[in-house]
């Protein structure tokens, strides 16, 4: 029995995050949830859009299910400071594409420092933003990275970087990546500039396994591979520490489509399915996955986002029928 704390937030959050409890519910695993608030609708009712109850539950349990929030002017987002409370330096997301077996790869970004770490100040004739790389988190980054190829049977880690023009800090990046990199004779260690990255993803997908980046790369990456396989509603991801981690859909609270129930409930999915191989729980993730993409390729139960006309509840129970 896994203690897991759910968090649906708003809009499509709910609805998606409701389907994947049905699924979980009928695989060989027993959860406890503890059913957290975030987000704009908490925000309206409790006057914060991350109470410290719902931190404290993420702290406690197993793992974390989150669904999406809407973000509001007047708090900080609810999700990227869950990410900073949790110590959830690893972003790791899978993009695989039910219609093209050549696109299967992983993207891990940094998440706490880089270009993202807030470090901006004014200055006489305009502004600075300063890109933290720390050896540290740099090393942390890159072990998890090969750590995951090995555990996921990959073959090869790529390292994304720009360190022909940032020599110091991306120079540092990479020089750590091939000193790691020797720890895992096993798995093949190379790496491209972040522009060639951009370009290759979409004339030679294949080329990639697992991409390492910093932290703005790996995000800047990681939406146009969103474009390459299609739709938003497909990508799953996880943010891991050392002591919590947390699952959610890449995708945001979509409000154009919320209560329609028509949003494509398989990111969400998929993100239970990452939570499982985390757990090590690996035979019922792979079934959920399998079952999601044999799904996907019947191509008679699909949300609108994938050309079809069946509806949240008919996509999920057409999963079910599979698993
Ligand atoms: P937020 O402010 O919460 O980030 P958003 O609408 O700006 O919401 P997303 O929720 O990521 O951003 O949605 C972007 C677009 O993708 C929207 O048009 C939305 O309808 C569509 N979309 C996102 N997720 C899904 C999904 N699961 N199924 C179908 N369409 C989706």
Redesign the pocket.
Known sequence: MYKITTIPG???GKE?LSSTKTILDTINIQFDYDDQKAGKECYKKQGTNLPLETIKSCEKTDATLFG????IKEQSSAIVSLRKKLNLHMNLRPIKSPYNKDIDFIIIRENTEGLYSQLEKITDDGAIATRKITKKASENIINDAFKYAITTNRKKVTAVHKANVLKITDGLFKDIFYKESLQYPEIIANDFYVDATAMYLITQPQEFDIIVTTNLFGDILSDEAGGLIG???LIPSANVGYENMLFE?????????SGKQ???????ILSASLMLEFLDENKEAENIKQAVYETISENKHL???LKGTATTNEMTNAIIKKL
């Not at 999406?68 to 973000?71: E, G, K, L, P």
């Not at 859909?249 to 489509?257: K, M, Q, W």
């Not at 028509?262 to 969400?268: C, D």
């Open positions: 708003d809009g499509i998606v999406a929030v809407t973000s739709s938003l509603g859909p890449v995708h945001g609270s979509a409000p154009d489509i028509i949003a494509n409930p398989t990111a969400m949300t609108p986002d």
